[in-house]
C-alpha cells in the first residue's frame, strides 16, 4: 500500500500539507487566502508575483453583492508572501475581473473582458501596460471574427511567454458550457487570426477550458470533464508536436492529489517547472490558494529566464523611462521568436527562451543603434536565471558601436549567414540616413603573427563593405580599417578575453 500522509494546522484552508507519492500541496497561507474565496490563480513566469480573484470582499468596488476583483502579492527574497493587496485603477471597473496571463517582463498583464478608451464592451481580452506613471487603460485584443463565434456561457484565454500565440476558451453554441480550447496567432498589424480549433485529442465534446500554455511553449495543461475523470472536472497535460498547434500529445489526466471529486481548473506553472498554483476547497465549502510542487513526469520542458539591465553606453545609466523593446529570434534562421519591453522604472528586461536553438538578441530604442548579443541553448539543460545586460549606443558622430553577432569562418575574412542579421540592421541604419559615413574596424586577438592577424582583420572588415555595397550603400560611404591585435579590449590570457578581442566595430564619421 503506498504511504499516504497528512498534517492538519488550523488555516483558512484546513488541509494544509498533504503528501501522496511526493506531491506536495501546500497552502499558501493568510496573507493570501482570507474567509473570501480565492480564485483563477496566475503566477507570474519568473514566480514572484501571483495575481488571483478574491470573490465578494468588501473592499472590491462592488463589495459583497456578487463581484470579483483582482488581487496580488509578491513573493520576498526570504520565500515569503506579502499581505495580498487590491489593483487599483486603471483595474476592477467592473463586476467581473481576472488577470488571463502576465508576461515574462511583468510589464503586460492580459485581462478578462474588452475595454475600448477605459469603457468594458463586452467579451474579450484586453492587455494593459506598464509605464512610468503607472499601468495603461486596458486596450482590446482585435481578434478577426471572435465575437461572430464566443457564443457560450463562458470564455477565458491564456498568453503564450513570446506574446505570438494566444490561447481561447469558448463554445460556438448559443449558451452552451461544454468549450473547446482554440489558438490566434498575432499578425504583423498587431490584431489577432481568427481562432483556430486544437482538434480532436484536446477538444472532446466535454467541456474544455482554462488552458495554460507553460513557458517551454509545448507544454499545455487544461481543465476537461470528459470520461474517465475523478471529478466535475480534472487537469490534463498534453504536448504540442509540431508547428501547426493541430497535433497533441495523447492528453494526460494529472491524476491524485492533484485532481479530486471536486471540479479542478484555472492551473499555472512558473517557468522553473517546479510548482503549480490552483485553488482547493476547504471543509467550510470556501476557496484557497494552493502550491503544488510537481512530480518530473508531470513537469514541462525545462526552460531559461535571460535577464539584465539596458544600459547607454555613453552615459552608463539604464535607458529609462522611455522603454526599450527586446527582441530575440533564431540566430541562424534569423526569425523572430518574441517580443518584450523593458521596465519603464529601472530599464531591466525578462525573457523566456526554450532549448533547443541558438538565439540571438537585442534592444532597440528611438535614437539608438542596439548591440546584439547571442545564446547558445542547442544542448538542453536544467532551468535557469543567466544575467546578460544589454546596451544601447546613441547614434551620434565618434560613437563606437559594436557588432556582437558577425561571424566568420574560422581563420578566415568569409562571413556567414548566421552574419546577416546583424548586418541588416547596419543597413537599415545606412539607408535611414542617407548621408551617413561609418568607418568599419577589425580587431583579433593574438594569436598568430602580427602581420597575419593585421592582414586578417582588414579582410574581415572589407568583407562586411563587400556585403552592404552588394546591397546598395555606396562604397565611398563606407572606410574600413584592420588593426590586428594592437588594440585589445580585454585580456588574451583566458577564452573569454579573447573572443572579446575578436570584434567588429564601426565608428560614424558624419551624418
Not at 481576472?98 to 511583468?106: A, E, K, L, N, T
Not at 477565458?156 to 463554445?171: R, T, V, Y
Request: aromatic share 12%; net charge neutral.
Amino acid at each position: 500500500m503506498k504511504k499516504l500522509c497528512f498534517i492538519i494546522t488550523i488555516l483558512t484552508i484546513n488541509l494544509n500539507l498533504y503528501c501522496q507519492d511526493k506531491i506536495e500541496i501546500e497552502d499558501l497561507g493568510k496573507k493570501i487566502n482570507s474567509p473570501y474565496d480565492e480564485l483563477f490563480p496566475v503566477i507570474s513566469p519568473d514566480g514572484r508575483t501571483i495575481f488571483f480573484v478574491r470573490d465578494s470582499h468588501p473592499e472590491n468596488t462592488f463589495g459583497m453583492k456578487g463581484s470579483q476583483d483582482i488581487w496580488y502579492s509578491n513573493l520576498d527574497s526570504l520565500g515569503n508572501w506579502s499581505v495580498a493587496k487590491r489593483l487599483e485603477l486603471p483595474f476592477n471597473q467592473v463586476q467581473y475581473n481576472c488577470v488571463y496571463s502576465v508576461s515574462p517582463d511583468g510589464n503586460t498583464l492580459l485581462l478578462k473582458g474588452a475595454y475600448e478608451n477605459g469603457e468594458y464592451q463586452g467579451i474579450g481580452c484586453s492587455f494593459s501596460h506598464k509605464t512610468v506613471n503607472g499601468w495603461t487603460t486596458p486596450q482590446k485584443l482585435k481578434i478577426k471574427n471572435y465575437e461572430k463565434l464566443d457564443k457560450g456561457m463562458w470564455n477565458g484565454a491564456c498568453l503564450s511567454n513570446s506574446g505570438k500565440e494566444l490561447l481561447l476558451f469558448f463554445s460556438k453554441d448559443k449558451k452552451s458550457e461544454n468549450n473547446d480550447i482554440y489558438v490566434s496567432f498575432i499578425q504583423k498589424d498587431s490584431t489577432w487570426s481568427e481562432p483556430k480549433n486544437l482538434g480532436f485529442y484536446i477538444n472532446t465534446g466535454a467541456n474544455e477550458n482554462s488552458p495554460f500554455l507553460a513557458s517551454d511553449g509545448v507544454t499545455l495543461y487544461f481543465s476537461s470533464d470528459r470520461g474517465g475523470g475523478l471529478g466535475k472536472g480534472d487537469i490534463y497535460m498534453s504536448k504540442r508536436l509540431d508547428n501547426t498547434w493541430l497535433n497533441w500529445s495523447k492528453p494526460k489526466n494529472l491524476g491524485k492529489p492533484i485532481n479530486t471529486k471536486e471540479g479542478e481548473a484555472y492551473y499555472s506553472i512558473d517557468a522553473s517547472g517546479e510548482y503549480a498554483f490552483m485553488v482547493r476547497r476547504n471543509t467550510d465549502g470556501k476557496t484557497g490558494i494552493v502550491k503544488i510542487k510537481l512530480l518530473k513526469e508531470n513537469k514541462p520542458d525545462p526552460v531559461v529566464i535571460l535577464y539584465g539591465t539596458v544600459f547607454d553606453t555613453k552615459t552608463k545609466l539604464p535607458i529609462s523611462p522611455t522603454s526599450a523593446t527586446i527582441n530575440y529570434e533564431f540566430l541562424k534562421e534569423a526569425k523572430n521568436v518574441g517580443t518584450a519591453t523593458t521596465n519603464p522604472n529601472d530599464g531591466s528586461y525578462k525573457i523566456v527562451l526554450p532549448y533547443g536553438s541558438y538565439f540571438s538578441f537585442s534592444a532597440d530604442a528611438k535614437g539608438y543603434y542596439s548591440i546584439s548579443d547571442n545564446i547558445d541553448l542547442t544542448k538542453t539543460g536544467d532551468y535557469k536565471e543567466i544575467k546578460r545586460d544589454l546596451f544601447l549606443t546613441p547614434i551620434e558622430i565618434g560613437e563606437v558601436i559594436r557588432l556582437n553577432n558577425i561571424f566568420f569562418d574560422f581563420d578566415k575574412a568569409t562571413l556567414r549567414s548566421e552574419s546577416f542579421p546583424e548586418l541588416e540592421k547596419v543597413l537599415k541604419i545606412l539607408n535611414d540616413s542617407p548621408k551617413m559615413v561609418i568607418e568599419i574596424n577589425g580587431h583579433t586577438d593574438n594569436f598568430g603573427n602580427d602581420e597575419y592577424n593585421l592582414t586578417l582583420s582588414q579582410n574581415r572588415t572589407d568583407a562586411v563593405k563587400t556585403y552592404l555595397v552588394s546591397k546598395g550603400i555606396s562604397q565611398e560611404r563606407i572606410i574600413t580599417k584592420g588593426f590586428g591585435e594592437s588594440k585589445p579590449i580585454a585580456t588574451n590570457d583566458t577564452e573569454e578575453g579573447r573572443q572579446l578581442n575578436r570584434r567588429i566595430e564601426f565608428i560614424i564619421i558624419s551624418y
